[in-house]
């Protein structure tokens, strides 16, 4: 289940922006614009889904639902070649898709305590197979060479449509009636009160302000690198010919970093390793910014091998420490915050806000990526700047013990 989950993501996400642009000829106002509807996705429709699977439909068929219709979806989006009609489509798509995130999640827990196993233990080894089917997922794509073409939205919808008749032969996972899940706690809303503290509101802004600076890399990563083929010197370099295999460090990356955390929230605190993200985006996009698949190419590589920090110290780490700064009343809440916050306003934020710069310096439909990649290096670097100074948390080094 997870396997395919994140099969159906990694199938398109860091490969379509490329299509849309080198195929479609998309403006990347317009592409920026088409990744910000998981944003928009992520605002509503976790929260929507999440109570009627608590009331009234169980999880694993209503997973099964989602992908079945996110495998319509994926079909029709596979036959577009206008903005409007492809970004209307693909905002239906990620509301059917956004919501199954967490519905695995459910349907995991379900099963591994319905068979008496220990969820803290034996979920992690199932949950890292999510990543391994998206990493699959785009080596796919890349191989069959169809990265720039509609086909890997055909491979998306084959891969729901297995997931979602699969849906429905996994454990039942019923409506907990006595669980009665509030509009507000189911949207994160209950949890506005943490605004009221300074810290939590400065550490819920800056989530924020990382969710965009996720998006960006996601949204034009593959554009970046398909922009080398136009140079002779480049056209035939590894980078250029596979370049979701190229993207793919990134995921491999975030596995590793993922098992360094519990140390790091440990000796470190949240501070300093919010920080260590901050100013792994730095490093990120500076060195998109002066790496190319020729003789930059390690460059390239370190940006990807980086990107498992900027991600993992931001969004796990993150997720933690909403749960260590909350009471039990709120907790699920102050996640669902937390997730809005990053996937939902964050996102929707550096899709538009990237596809501006992008817009920006392109000229004649070639883009000067290195200055667009200064300008999110920039960004990054002001918000880690600003983090430092006015976030004030003092580290207690057995806070985390647990988790380590």
């Not at 998306?156 to 449509?161: E, R, T, W, Y």
């Amino acid at each position: 289940m997870n396997f395919l989950q994140f099969f159906i993501w990694g199938s398109w996400l860091i490969s379509l922006g490329g299509y849309m642009g080198a195929s479609l000829h998309f403006e990347g106002g317009q592409i920026g614009k088409i990744f910000a509807t998981m944003g928009i996705a992520s605002l509503f429709m976790p929260g929507l889904l999440g109570i009627i699977a608590d009331r009234w439909i169980n999880a694993e068929r209503l997973l099964g639902v989602c992908h079945l219709l996110g495998a319509a979806l994926l079909w029709y989006a596979s036959t577009l070649t206008t903005y409007q009609p492809m970004y209307w489509i693909m905002l239906l798509n990620m509301m059917v898709y956004m919501p199954t995130l967490a519905l695995t999640n459910a349907v995991s827990y379900n099963a591994l305590e319905k068979f008496h196993l220990d969820i803290v233990k034996d979920f992690p080894p199932i949950r890292v197979w999510g990543t391994v089917g998206f990493i699959c997922a785009m080596w796919a794509v890349d191989l069959s060479g169809i990265a720039r073409s509609p086909m890997q939205l055909y491979v998306g919808a084959a891969a729901a449509l297995l997931l979602g008749i699969y849906a429905f032969t996994l454990p039942a996972c019923p409506p907990t009636k006595s669980q009665k899940k509030t509009l507000l706690s189911a949207f994160g809303l209950d949890a506005l009160v943490l605004f009221k503290q300074k810290k939590m509101a400065i550490f819920f802004l800056f989530s924020m302000l990382l969710g965009a600076a996720l998006q960006i890399t996601n949204t034009f990563g593959g554009s970046f690198l398909d922009s080398f083929k136009s140079i002779p010197q480049y056209e035939h370099s590894f980078g250029v010919e596979h370049p979701n295999i190229l993207l793919s460090i990134s995921q491999m990356s975030e596995t590793l970093f993922i098992l360094a955390i519990p140390f790091f929230l440990k000796r470190f605190g949240i501070k300093q390793v919010m920080l260590m993200s901050m100013f792994a985006w730095v490093l990120r996009f500076g060195l998109f910014g002066i790496g190319n698949p020729g003789n930059g190419l390690i460059l390239l590589i370190l940006s990807m091998i980086v990107y498992g920090m900027a991600f993992d110290f931001f969004n796990i780490s993150g997720s933690l420490f909403v749960e260590k700064e909350t009471t039990p009343s709120i907790r699920a809440s102050a996640q669902g915050l937390f997730m809005i916050m990053t996937n939902g306003l964050g996102a929707i934020i550096g899709g538009n806000a990237s596809g501006w710069v992008v817009d920006y310096f392109t000229t004649d439909h070639v883009t000067d990526w290195p200055a667009a990649w200064f300008v999110f290096a920039g960004y990054a670097l002001a918000i880690g700047i600003i983090f430092a100074l006015v976030f004030k948390y003092k580290h207690n080094p057995r806070e985390f013990e647990q988790e380590a």
